[in-house]
T-cell receptor, first 114, second 112 residues
């Protein structure tokens, strides 16, 4: 186990709704990255948060937004859900800076948009 | 843009045989190359990684090689076991906490 936990594990939403996904990073990690993994594909980078600030963003529209809290846990928010947003959403935590570490992934949240 | 190509998409081997998965990356600034194993219903699990100042790294039955000039890196699994069956992803990034660019995955099946 990586120590990275995500909630919920599964979620069904209707097109046009909004969703919030949560991630608790591994103890001691200060960086959280979010990825979207469509069925049969590799994960695609959404954005990264480092010490509560967005630190890089992939090719995703502004309706994908995030937060990182002082305890380094994080949220991914998606507004105006579309059918194509159906995917496994993964978060990964790491330690950036002195003694930096590799990224460790949570088990993911499976989002289905109907 | 940044891209990682991965081959083959599926690989079936007999237990005890070797398996090789190959990746090619486009960003010449990439310096960190991890490999992840993803089992059904789980998140990717880091199994081995290599940095650009090293040409080869081995950990028991798993080895990774890197050719930075050709922008190729490969995963080698020897003496495969049924529990090695999973989807394997290669990835590339500029450093180990940077965004990862993933390949499209290889579904490995090891038959007893």
């Amino acid at each position: 186990e990586t120590g990275v936990t995500q909630s919920p594990t599964h979620l069904i939403k209707t097109r046009g709704q909004q969703v919030t996904l949560r991630c608790s990073s591994q103890s001691g990690h200060n960086t959280v990255s979010w990825y979207q993994q469509a069925l049969g594909q590799g994960p695609q980078f959404i954005f990264q948060y480092y010490r509560e600030e967005e630190n890089g963003r992939g090719n995703f529209p502004p309706r994908f937004s995030g937060l990182q809290f002082p305890n380094y846990s994080s949220e991914l928010n998606v507004n105006a859900l579309e059918l194509d947003d159906s995917a496994l959403y993964l978060c990964a935590s790491s330690l950036a800076g002195h003694g930096n570490t590799e990224a460790f992934f949570g088990q993911g949240t499976r989002l289905t948009v109907v | 843009g940044e891209n990682v190509e991965q081959h083959p998409s599926t690989l079936s081997v007999q237990e005890g045989d070797s398996a090789v998965i190959k990746c090619t990356y486009s960003d010449s600034a990439s310096n960190y190359f991890p490999w992840y194993k993803q089992e059904l219903g789980k998140g990717p699990q880091l199994i081995i990684d290599i940095r650009s100042n090293v040409g080869e790294k081995k950990d028991q039955r798993i080895a990774v090689t890197l050719n930075k000039t050709a922008k190729h890196f490969s995963l080698h699994i020897t003496e495969t076991q049924p529990e090695d069956s999973a989807v394997y992803f290669c990835a590339a990034s500029r450093y180990n906490t940077d965004k990862l660019i993933f390949g499209t995955g290889t579904r490995l099946q090891v038959f007893p």
